[in-house]
């Protein structure tokens, strides 16, 4: 299996933290927030090879910080040949040019730079070992529907198929939401082929694509318990500091 880290974004609801420097990038503590996915991937026996693309503009920062990073897994930088924000591929666009730049033909788990969660990787994976051949995507019950305004919005079954899937609902029919957490079996990736030559759908927002694929083939969702923080904003980036800053991962 194939991680792709999704760092080309330039963050700008962060400025001025992030106006010369990545999201992915800034500090917890110790660390720096790409490093909490970097541990549980490498904790992840299923993962041969991680990949993180981000942009032109960022990569010197992300070739500086690969310098400290030991990883017993191969881990290599894609420049996604964007240098500002109104010429930026989107969540999606990032995912297809990776997949055809580096030749992807393996299952595939994609994870946002910006993600920070305190559970482990490995009863995900092992839900995706259940069910290998579904799209999976990560998800966590924010307990507020005022909150889950903001993000992809899951209606799930017994089964915990997606039903239903809206992104930055006005009136969420529920408080279960998407993170930027997907599995993608190697047989679904032709999907992704298919959705961008749609005109009339967003390249940005990976929701838009589950939202679409979860209508065209069984997507499910795991919903993880613990801790969970989206940093889209600078409160968020606070809070996350306060809970994750003391944690030592090496």
């Known amino acids: 299996m194939k991680a ?78 964007t240098k500002r924000k109104e010429d930026r591929r989107g969540a999606i666009g990032d995912m297809y040019f990776a997949v055809k730049k580096r030749r992807i033909q393996d299952n595939l788990l994609v994870v946002g730079g910006d993600n920070l969660f305190d559970s482990s990787l490995r009863d995900f994976l092992s839900f995706v070992k259940k069910f290998p051949d579904f799209p999976i995507v990560g998800a966590f019950d924010i307990q507020e529907k005022k909150a889950a305004r903001q993000y992809g919005v899951l209606s799930l079954d017994k089964k915990n198929r997606i039903v239903d899937f809206v992104e930055k609902p006005k009136k969420p029919n529920s408080t279960v939401v998407a993170m930027c957490l997907y599995y993608f079996p190697k047989s679904k990736l032709r999907l992704l082929d298919e959705y961008m030559c749609l005109k009339d759908q967003s390249h940005d927002a990976s929701g838009c694509y589950i939202g679409w694929l979860s209508k065209r083939v069984t997507t499910k969702a795991f919903v993880f318990r613990g801790c969970w923080y989206d940093i889209g904003n600078p409160q968020f980036y606070k809070q996350a500091k306060k809970e994750f800053g003391r944690v030592c991962l090496w």
């Open 4 to 81: 792709l880290i999704l760092a080309a974004g330039y963050a700008t609801r962060m400025y001025p933290l992030t106006k010369d420097f990545p999201k992915p990038l800034l500090s917890i503590g110790r660390h720096s927030i790409i490093d909490f996915t970097i541990a549980k991937l490498e904790a992840a026996q299923e993962v041969d090879e991680i990949i993180i693309v981000t942009n032109s503009k960022f990569i010197p920062r992300f070739r500086e910080w690969l310098k400290s990073v030991k990883s017993s897994k191969r881990l290599s930088l894609l420049d996604d040949l």
